[in-house]
Protein backbone atom coordinates (compact mmCIF):
# COMPACT_ATOMS: atom_id res chain seq x y z
CA UNK A 1 0.00 0.00 0.00
CA UNK A 2 1.54 3.77 -0.86
CA UNK A 3 2.17 6.20 1.72
CA UNK A 4 1.52 9.57 1.93
CA UNK A 5 1.00 12.37 4.89
CA UNK A 6 -2.45 13.25 3.99
CA UNK A 7 -5.91 13.41 1.61
CA UNK A 8 -4.34 16.15 -0.17
CA UNK A 9 -1.23 15.11 -0.60
CA UNK A 10 -3.10 11.42 -2.26
CA UNK A 11 -4.70 14.25 -4.86
CA UNK A 12 -2.02 16.63 -5.62
CA UNK A 13 0.41 13.40 -6.79
CA UNK A 14 -2.60 11.23 -8.05
CA UNK A 15 -5.65 13.24 -9.20
CA UNK A 16 -7.26 10.03 -8.60
CA UNK A 17 -10.33 8.71 -10.96
CA UNK A 18 -11.85 6.17 -8.69
CA UNK A 19 -12.51 6.54 -5.18
CA UNK A 20 -10.01 6.16 -2.87
CA UNK A 21 -9.93 4.94 0.80
CA UNK A 22 -7.53 6.18 2.81
CA UNK A 23 -6.58 4.11 6.17
CA UNK A 24 -4.89 5.34 9.36
CA UNK A 25 -3.20 2.47 10.93
CA UNK A 26 -2.14 4.82 14.22
CA UNK A 27 -6.10 5.71 14.57
CA UNK A 28 -6.95 1.84 14.96
CA UNK A 29 -3.88 1.19 17.02
CA UNK A 30 -5.05 3.76 19.34
CA UNK A 31 -8.25 2.85 19.47
CA UNK A 32 -7.42 -0.76 20.08
CA UNK A 33 -4.75 -0.03 23.42
CA UNK A 34 -7.78 2.14 24.46
CA UNK A 35 -10.11 -0.76 24.76
CA UNK A 36 -7.62 -3.59 25.85
CA UNK A 37 -6.04 -0.73 29.03
CA UNK A 38 -9.77 0.90 29.68
CA UNK A 39 -12.70 -1.73 29.11
CA UNK A 40 -12.66 -3.48 32.58
CA UNK A 41 -13.05 -6.95 30.74
CA UNK A 42 -11.94 -8.68 27.72
CA UNK A 43 -12.72 -6.71 24.37
CA UNK A 44 -13.63 -8.76 20.97
CA UNK A 45 -13.66 -7.11 17.94
CA UNK A 46 -16.90 -7.09 16.34
CA UNK A 47 -15.66 -8.23 12.39
CA UNK A 48 -18.50 -7.57 10.60
CA UNK A 49 -17.60 -3.49 11.24
CA UNK A 50 -14.64 -3.48 8.36
CA UNK A 51 -13.55 -7.25 7.97
CA UNK A 52 -9.84 -5.92 6.39
CA UNK A 53 -6.94 -8.47 6.78
CA UNK A 54 -4.84 -5.52 7.49
CA UNK A 55 -7.22 -3.69 10.07
CA UNK A 56 -7.45 -7.49 12.07
CA UNK A 57 -4.07 -7.55 11.98
CA UNK A 58 -3.30 -3.97 13.37
CA UNK A 59 -5.90 -4.70 16.82
CA UNK A 60 -4.41 -8.03 17.26
CA UNK A 61 -0.94 -6.71 17.46
CA UNK A 62 -2.23 -3.94 19.91
CA UNK A 63 -3.51 -6.04 22.37
CA UNK A 64 -7.26 -7.47 20.70
CA UNK A 65 -7.51 -11.34 20.87
CA UNK A 66 -10.81 -11.69 20.48
CA UNK A 67 -13.02 -11.54 17.33
CA UNK A 68 -16.84 -11.72 17.47
CA UNK A 69 -17.84 -12.95 13.98
CA UNK A 70 -21.25 -13.86 12.91
CA UNK A 71 -20.59 -16.08 9.36
CA UNK A 72 -18.51 -19.00 8.46
CA UNK A 73 -16.86 -16.51 6.02
CA UNK A 74 -15.90 -14.32 8.94
CA UNK A 75 -14.62 -17.65 10.90
CA UNK A 76 -12.02 -18.67 7.82
CA UNK A 77 -11.00 -15.09 7.21
CA UNK A 78 -10.30 -14.27 10.70
CA UNK A 79 -8.51 -17.69 11.19
CA UNK A 80 -6.61 -17.26 8.29
CA UNK A 81 -5.12 -13.80 9.24
CA UNK A 82 -4.87 -14.67 12.70
CA UNK A 83 -4.61 -17.96 13.16
CA UNK A 84 -3.73 -17.57 16.90
CA UNK A 85 -6.90 -15.79 17.74
CA UNK A 86 -10.06 -16.59 19.91
CA UNK A 87 -13.02 -16.75 17.53
CA UNK A 88 -16.45 -16.96 19.06
CA UNK A 89 -20.07 -17.14 17.07
CA UNK A 90 -22.13 -14.24 18.45
CA UNK A 91 -24.87 -14.73 15.42
CA UNK A 92 -28.27 -15.83 17.07
CA UNK A 93 -29.44 -17.91 13.86
CA UNK A 94 -26.65 -19.99 12.12
CA UNK A 95 -26.74 -23.03 9.69
CA UNK A 96 -25.75 -26.28 11.24
CA UNK A 97 -23.07 -26.74 8.17
CA UNK A 98 -21.34 -23.33 9.66
CA UNK A 99 -21.13 -24.30 13.04
CA UNK A 100 -19.98 -27.97 12.32
CA UNK A 101 -16.66 -26.15 10.15
CA UNK A 102 -16.65 -23.71 12.86
CA UNK A 103 -16.05 -26.21 15.79
CA UNK A 104 -14.73 -28.68 14.20
CA UNK A 105 -12.18 -27.30 11.91
CA UNK A 106 -11.38 -23.55 13.47
CA UNK A 107 -11.60 -24.34 17.04
CA UNK A 108 -14.36 -22.31 17.87
CA UNK A 109 -16.41 -22.93 20.93
CA UNK A 110 -17.90 -19.82 21.74
CA UNK A 111 -21.68 -19.90 20.45
CA UNK A 112 -24.41 -17.50 20.66
CA UNK A 113 -28.30 -18.25 20.59
CA UNK A 114 -32.04 -17.29 21.20
CA UNK A 115 -33.66 -20.13 21.30
CA UNK A 116 -34.52 -23.62 21.92
CA UNK A 117 -34.03 -24.70 18.32
CA UNK A 118 -30.65 -23.22 18.21
CA UNK A 119 -29.49 -24.63 21.12
CA UNK A 120 -30.59 -28.28 19.95
CA UNK A 121 -28.72 -27.46 16.60
CA UNK A 122 -25.21 -26.53 18.04
CA UNK A 123 -25.31 -29.60 20.45
CA UNK A 124 -26.20 -31.76 17.53
CA UNK A 125 -23.39 -29.51 15.10
CA UNK A 126 -20.17 -30.38 17.46
CA UNK A 127 -20.85 -34.29 18.57
CA UNK A 128 -18.20 -36.05 17.38
CA UNK A 129 -17.99 -38.83 15.05
CA UNK A 130 -19.13 -41.41 17.55
CA UNK A 131 -22.62 -39.47 18.32
CA UNK A 132 -21.49 -38.25 21.65
CA UNK A 133 -22.17 -34.47 23.03
CA UNK A 134 -18.85 -31.97 22.97
CA UNK A 135 -18.09 -30.88 26.45
CA UNK A 136 -15.96 -27.96 25.91
CA UNK A 137 -19.02 -25.23 24.69
CA UNK A 138 -18.48 -22.08 25.86
CA UNK A 139 -22.66 -20.94 25.55
CA UNK A 140 -24.53 -17.86 25.65
CA UNK A 141 -27.85 -16.65 25.46
CA UNK A 142 -28.48 -13.12 23.85
CA UNK A 143 -31.32 -11.94 25.83
CA UNK A 144 -33.76 -8.69 24.17
CA UNK A 145 -32.96 -5.53 25.16
CA UNK A 146 -34.46 -1.62 24.38
CA UNK A 147 -32.53 -0.17 21.70
CA UNK A 148 -33.68 3.64 22.26
CA UNK A 149 -30.77 4.80 23.19
CA UNK A 150 -28.59 4.13 20.41
CA UNK A 151 -28.47 5.85 16.61
CA UNK A 152 -29.41 2.44 14.78
CA UNK A 153 -31.89 -0.09 16.60
CA UNK A 154 -30.25 -4.14 16.73
CA UNK A 155 -33.49 -4.65 19.32
CA UNK A 156 -36.11 -6.32 17.03
CA UNK A 157 -34.17 -9.18 14.98
CA UNK A 158 -32.65 -10.88 17.84
CA UNK A 159 -32.89 -11.80 21.72
CA UNK A 160 -35.23 -13.86 24.03
CA UNK A 161 -37.40 -11.91 25.91
CA UNK A 162 -37.66 -11.47 29.56
CA UNK A 163 -39.96 -14.63 29.67
CA UNK A 164 -37.98 -17.21 27.78
CA UNK A 165 -34.85 -16.38 29.43
CA UNK A 166 -35.14 -18.51 32.09
CA UNK A 167 -35.68 -21.61 30.85
CA UNK A 168 -33.35 -21.22 28.12
CA UNK A 169 -30.87 -20.83 30.96
CA UNK A 170 -31.56 -23.71 32.75
CA UNK A 171 -32.30 -25.96 29.39
CA UNK A 172 -28.87 -24.20 28.33
CA UNK A 173 -26.59 -24.88 31.44
CA UNK A 174 -26.99 -28.84 30.84
CA UNK A 175 -24.95 -28.74 27.84
CA UNK A 176 -21.65 -26.40 28.81
CA UNK A 177 -19.71 -25.80 31.82
CA UNK A 178 -19.31 -22.24 30.72
CA UNK A 179 -22.77 -19.98 30.58
CA UNK A 180 -22.73 -16.48 29.43
CA UNK A 181 -25.85 -13.88 28.92
CA UNK A 182 -24.91 -11.46 26.19
CA UNK A 183 -26.98 -8.41 24.16
CA UNK A 184 -26.77 -5.52 21.99
CA UNK A 185 -27.69 -2.50 22.78
CA UNK A 186 -28.09 -0.45 19.34
CA UNK A 187 -24.71 0.36 17.53
CA UNK A 188 -23.92 4.61 18.12
CA UNK A 189 -25.64 4.24 21.74
CA UNK A 190 -25.30 8.32 22.59
CA UNK A 191 -25.81 7.32 26.53
CA UNK A 192 -23.92 4.98 28.92
CA UNK A 193 -27.42 4.62 30.68
CA UNK A 194 -28.46 2.37 27.70
CA UNK A 195 -26.17 -0.70 29.21
CA UNK A 196 -27.49 0.18 32.86
CA UNK A 197 -30.92 -0.66 31.93
CA UNK A 198 -29.80 -4.15 29.72
CA UNK A 199 -27.92 -5.15 32.68
CA UNK A 200 -30.66 -4.96 34.97
CA UNK A 201 -32.92 -6.99 32.37
CA UNK A 202 -29.42 -9.68 32.96
CA UNK A 203 -30.45 -9.39 36.39
CA UNK A 204 -34.14 -10.07 35.93
CA UNK A 205 -33.42 -13.39 34.11
CA UNK A 206 -30.38 -14.70 35.37
CA UNK A 207 -32.39 -14.60 39.12
CA UNK A 208 -35.19 -15.88 37.96
CA UNK A 209 -33.12 -18.67 36.45
CA UNK A 210 -31.00 -19.87 39.40
CA UNK A 211 -27.98 -20.64 37.38
CA UNK A 212 -24.52 -20.15 37.73
CA UNK A 213 -23.48 -17.44 35.23
CA UNK A 214 -19.72 -17.17 34.16
CA UNK A 215 -19.76 -14.77 31.54
CA UNK A 216 -21.49 -11.14 31.10
CA UNK A 217 -21.03 -9.79 27.69
CA UNK A 218 -22.82 -6.13 27.02
CA UNK A 219 -22.18 -6.35 23.65
CA UNK A 220 -21.21 -3.61 20.99
CA UNK A 221 -22.73 -0.14 20.77
CA UNK A 222 -19.98 1.92 21.90
CA UNK A 223 -20.07 5.07 19.93
CA UNK A 224 -17.57 7.05 17.80
CA UNK A 225 -17.88 10.97 16.62
CA UNK A 226 -20.08 11.93 13.75
CA UNK A 227 -21.36 15.49 12.81
CA UNK A 228 -24.55 16.11 15.18
CA UNK A 229 -23.63 13.32 17.44
CA UNK A 230 -21.02 14.05 20.22
CA UNK A 231 -21.23 11.22 22.96
CA UNK A 232 -19.84 11.54 26.16
CA UNK A 233 -16.45 9.87 27.00
CA UNK A 234 -16.31 6.03 26.33
CA UNK A 235 -14.61 6.45 29.79
CA UNK A 236 -18.14 7.00 31.60
CA UNK A 237 -19.65 3.84 29.78
CA UNK A 238 -16.59 1.51 30.94
CA UNK A 239 -17.82 3.28 34.31
CA UNK A 240 -21.03 2.34 34.49
CA UNK A 241 -20.41 -0.78 33.16
CA UNK A 242 -18.17 -2.08 35.95
CA UNK A 243 -20.19 -1.02 38.51
CA UNK A 244 -23.44 -2.98 37.50
CA UNK A 245 -21.80 -5.76 36.82
CA UNK A 246 -20.34 -6.23 39.75
CA UNK A 247 -23.51 -5.74 41.23
CA UNK A 248 -24.87 -8.84 39.72
CA UNK A 249 -25.54 -12.04 41.06
CA UNK A 250 -23.08 -14.17 39.42
CA UNK A 251 -20.13 -16.54 39.72
CA UNK A 252 -17.19 -14.58 41.73
CA UNK A 253 -14.96 -15.39 39.01
CA UNK A 254 -17.16 -14.17 36.53
CA UNK A 255 -15.95 -12.45 32.97
CA UNK A 256 -17.23 -9.15 31.53
CA UNK A 257 -16.53 -8.76 27.77
CA UNK A 258 -17.59 -6.25 25.40
CA UNK A 259 -18.11 -6.71 21.47
CA UNK A 260 -16.98 -3.15 19.89
CA UNK A 261 -17.23 -2.62 15.84
CA UNK A 262 -17.96 0.73 15.42
CA UNK A 263 -15.78 2.85 18.26
CA UNK A 264 -12.84 0.33 17.48
CA UNK A 265 -12.58 1.10 13.40
CA UNK A 266 -14.66 4.35 12.50
CA UNK A 267 -11.57 6.42 13.13
CA UNK A 268 -9.68 4.06 10.70
CA UNK A 269 -10.94 5.01 7.28
CA UNK A 270 -11.80 7.76 5.11
CA UNK A 271 -13.15 8.33 1.62
CA UNK A 272 -11.53 10.37 -0.87
CA UNK A 273 -14.20 11.38 -4.01
CA UNK A 274 -13.94 13.43 -7.21
CA UNK A 275 -17.08 15.47 -7.87
CA UNK A 276 -17.81 14.25 -11.75
CA UNK A 277 -20.75 17.09 -11.81
CA UNK A 278 -22.38 19.95 -10.46
CA UNK A 279 -26.11 20.72 -10.53
CA UNK A 280 -27.02 23.88 -8.43
CA UNK A 281 -26.71 22.14 -4.71
CA UNK A 282 -26.39 18.56 -5.56
CA UNK A 283 -22.91 17.15 -6.56
CA UNK A 284 -22.40 13.80 -8.61
CA UNK A 285 -19.69 12.02 -6.86
CA UNK A 286 -17.89 9.08 -7.71
CA UNK A 287 -18.93 6.83 -4.49
CA UNK A 288 -22.03 6.30 -2.88
CA UNK A 289 -25.56 4.26 -1.40
CA UNK A 290 -24.16 1.13 -2.86
CA UNK A 291 -20.40 1.81 -1.80
CA UNK A 292 -19.03 3.60 1.29
CA UNK A 293 -21.77 5.82 1.90
CA UNK A 294 -24.80 3.04 2.78
CA UNK A 295 -25.41 4.92 5.72
CA UNK A 296 -25.14 8.17 4.31
CA UNK A 297 -27.97 7.33 2.12
CA UNK A 298 -29.96 4.45 3.83
CA UNK A 299 -29.88 6.03 7.84
CA UNK A 300 -29.38 9.54 7.10
CA UNK A 301 -26.04 9.17 9.12
CA UNK A 302 -23.89 12.10 8.85
CA UNK A 303 -19.98 12.24 8.08
CA UNK A 304 -17.68 15.11 8.16
CA UNK A 305 -16.54 16.44 4.67
CA UNK A 306 -13.57 18.73 3.44
CA UNK A 307 -12.70 20.18 0.60
CA UNK A 308 -9.70 18.92 -0.45
CA UNK A 309 -8.27 21.75 -3.58
CA UNK A 310 -5.91 24.57 -2.49
CA UNK A 311 -7.79 27.06 -4.71
CA UNK A 312 -11.67 27.20 -3.15
CA UNK A 313 -12.01 30.32 -1.32
CA UNK A 314 -15.61 31.24 -1.39
CA UNK A 315 -18.12 30.38 1.80
CA UNK A 316 -19.41 27.45 2.41
CA UNK A 317 -22.94 26.15 1.48
CA UNK A 318 -25.09 23.01 1.51
CA UNK A 319 -24.90 20.17 -0.92
CA UNK A 320 -26.55 16.97 -1.05
CA UNK A 321 -24.79 14.66 -3.13
CA UNK A 322 -25.56 11.81 -5.99
CA UNK A 323 -23.34 8.80 -6.29
CA UNK A 324 -22.41 7.34 -9.55
CA UNK A 325 -25.13 4.37 -10.42
CA UNK A 326 -28.14 4.93 -12.11
CA UNK A 327 -30.96 5.17 -9.98
CA UNK A 328 -32.43 7.83 -8.00
CA UNK A 329 -31.90 6.11 -4.78
CA UNK A 330 -28.12 6.70 -5.15
CA UNK A 331 -28.49 9.50 -3.03
CA UNK A 332 -27.04 11.04 0.75
CA UNK A 333 -29.38 14.55 1.64
CA UNK A 334 -26.78 15.31 3.88
CA UNK A 335 -26.61 18.09 4.04
CA UNK A 336 -22.62 18.39 3.57
CA UNK A 337 -21.42 21.44 3.81
CA UNK A 338 -18.82 22.48 1.38
CA UNK A 339 -17.05 25.68 -0.50
CA UNK A 340 -19.54 27.53 -2.70
CA UNK A 341 -17.73 27.55 -5.66
CA UNK A 342 -16.75 23.64 -5.85
CA UNK A 343 -17.28 22.49 -9.32
CA UNK A 344 -16.67 19.03 -11.38
CA UNK A 345 -13.14 17.94 -11.64
CA UNK A 346 -12.95 18.59 -7.52
CA UNK A 347 -11.97 16.19 -4.55
CA UNK A 348 -13.73 15.69 -1.14
CA UNK A 349 -12.85 13.65 1.23
CA UNK A 350 -15.44 12.24 3.75
CA UNK A 351 -14.37 11.24 7.38
CA UNK A 352 -15.33 8.64 9.28
CA UNK A 353 -15.56 5.83 7.34
CA UNK A 354 -13.91 3.06 8.88
CA UNK A 355 -17.00 1.35 10.30
CA UNK A 356 -20.06 0.27 8.34
CA UNK A 357 -18.55 2.57 5.50
CA UNK A 358 -15.15 0.88 3.57
CA UNK A 359 -17.11 -2.86 4.61
CA UNK A 360 -20.33 -1.78 2.43
CA UNK A 361 -18.87 -1.23 -0.86
CA UNK A 362 -20.61 -3.18 -3.35
CA UNK A 363 -19.62 -3.75 -7.36
CA UNK A 364 -23.06 -2.75 -8.24
CA UNK A 365 -23.35 -1.04 -12.06
CA UNK A 366 -19.52 -1.46 -12.01
CA UNK A 367 -18.90 0.96 -9.24
CA UNK A 368 -17.09 -1.17 -6.65
CA UNK A 369 -13.47 0.11 -7.84
CA UNK A 370 -11.28 2.08 -4.71
CA UNK A 371 -8.05 1.83 -4.36
CA UNK A 372 -6.57 2.03 -0.29
CA UNK A 373 -3.94 4.10 0.70
CA UNK A 374 -2.13 4.62 3.82
CA UNK A 375 -1.90 8.49 5.28
CA UNK A 376 -0.36 9.67 8.89
CA UNK A 377 -2.38 12.47 9.41
CA UNK A 378 -5.22 12.38 12.01
CA UNK A 379 -9.10 11.01 11.59
CA UNK A 380 -11.71 14.20 11.10
CA UNK A 381 -12.73 13.75 14.96
CA UNK A 382 -11.44 11.25 17.39
CA UNK A 383 -12.42 9.67 20.53
CA UNK A 384 -8.95 8.71 21.47
CA UNK A 385 -6.86 11.79 21.39
CA UNK A 386 -7.21 13.49 24.66
CA UNK A 387 -9.53 16.05 23.46
CA UNK A 388 -12.83 14.40 24.96
CA UNK A 389 -12.09 13.29 28.55
CA UNK A 390 -13.83 15.58 31.05
CA UNK A 391 -12.30 15.97 34.46
CA UNK A 392 -14.05 13.97 37.05
CA UNK A 393 -15.79 16.62 38.75
CA UNK A 394 -17.80 17.38 35.48
CA UNK A 395 -19.01 13.41 35.45
CA UNK A 396 -22.78 12.97 34.81
CA UNK A 397 -22.26 8.81 35.47
CA UNK A 398 -24.17 8.82 39.25
CA UNK A 399 -22.41 6.54 41.46
CA UNK A 400 -24.24 3.60 43.08
C1 LIG B 1 -22.88 -5.53 15.01
C2 LIG B 1 -22.58 -6.24 16.26
C3 LIG B 1 -21.59 -5.74 17.13
C4 LIG B 1 -20.86 -4.44 16.90
O1 LIG B 1 -21.71 -3.37 17.06
P1 LIG B 1 -21.16 -1.87 17.07
O2 LIG B 1 -22.37 -1.04 17.24
O3 LIG B 1 -20.46 -1.66 15.77
O4 LIG B 1 -20.21 -1.74 18.22
C5 LIG B 1 -21.32 -6.47 18.27
N1 LIG B 1 -21.97 -7.61 18.56
C6 LIG B 1 -22.92 -8.13 17.75
C7 LIG B 1 -23.58 -9.40 18.13
C8 LIG B 1 -23.26 -7.45 16.58
O5 LIG B 1 -24.22 -7.94 15.79
Known amino acids: MQHFPDAQAVVRALRPEEPVILNRPHAAARAARFFVEKF ?9 ANPSPELLQILWDNGVTHYDVASIAEVRLVRATLPQATLCFMHPV ?10 HSHGVKTFSLDSVEELEKIVDACRDQDGNAATDLRLCIR ?19 LTEAP ?18 VGSQAMSPFAYVQAIDRVRAAIAEASVVIDMIDVGGGFPSVYPGMEPPPLEDYFKIIH ?51 FD ?28 PTCDDA ?52 SLYDGSRTRPEADNVVSLR
Open 143 to 161: LRVSSEHAALSLAAKFGCD
Open 330 to 381: DYMPGPFALPEDIQAGDYIEIGMLGAYGAAMKTDFNGFGAAERIIVQDEPMA
Open 243 to 293: QHFYALPIAYNAELWCEPGRALCAEYSSLVVKVEKRRGEELYINDGAYGAL
Open 296 to 323: AAHVDWKFPVRALEDDLIKPEMDFAFYG
Open 167 to 184: TLLQQTRQHCDWLGVCFH
Open 94 to 103: KSPGAIREAY
Open 40 to 48: PGKSLYAVK
